[in-house]
């Protein structure tokens, strides 16, 4: 694996394209990319920070996730705890992970939160997922609810489960075939010239 300078920070699509190429491991990916939490800009990519790039939606759901979240919250003074949640999700136990979310001051922890139940949906890991719609207190955006819709029972039973007794079923009921089509039709949300 190539290595990278200790001080060059990476905007978004840097760090996807270095983890897919295997130029940076795990935690640098991490670092990265929640380091963006704390409102940092590269003076050459400005706007791939601050605006909605849906090009990363396409190339790595988590990576948009961040940016996502990034542009919304008020930023985190400092992004290390959250960096050490994440590896304590990636190489521990579930209770290692609400360990460390729980030494976490509530802001932080909120959007830690938002955050790790997307990378848990992704990652089909009930255990972790239940523990954050179950604590709460932020927002499910739109990747959220995508990933969350497009999940079926027989893929993973647990995690359908979970989302199924939680408290963004209730505030987010599974949607016909119908009203998915209506939202990408002429006057929908989201229209698509067919």
């Known amino acids: 694996m190539a290595t990278l300078s200790p001080n060059k920070s990476m905007c978004f699509l840097e760090v996807i ?15 990265h990319l929640l380091n963006h939490l704390t409102g940092i800009t590269h003076e050459d990519r400005v706007g791939a920070c601050t605006n909605d790039d849906r090009t990363l939606l396409k190339h790595d759901t988590f990576g948009y996730s961040v940016q996502t979240v990034s542009r919304e919250i008020d930023h985190v003074n400092d992004a290390t705890p959250i960096e050490r949640l994440f590896k304590a999700y990636r ?15 509530e802001k932080d922890a909120k959007c830690a939160r938002r955050l790790l139940a997307t990378r848990a949906l992704m990652d089909k890991r009930a255990d972790v997922l239940h523990f954050c719609v179950s604590r709460g207190g932020f927002e499910y955006d739109d990747t959220f609810k995508g990933l969350a819709n497009s999940l079926r029972h027989c893929e993973h039973p647990k ?4 989302l199924e007794g939680s408290g963004f079923r ?18 929908g949300t989201h229209p698509v010239d067919w």
Do not use: R
Not at 17 to 31: G, M, P, R, S, V
Not at 170 to 187: M, N, Q, R, T, Y
């Open 17 to 31: 394209t270095a983890k897919k190429e295997h130029i940076i491991d795990d935690d640098q990916y991490y670092h």
């Open 91 to 105: 190489t521990g136990t579930t209770e290692d992970a609400i360990a460390q979310h729980d030494s976490m001051d």
């Open 159 to 162: 995690t359908y489960g979970v």
């Open 170 to 187: 209730k505030l987010h009921p599974h949607k016909s075939l119908a009203e998915i089509a209506a939202a990408f039709d002429v006057g």
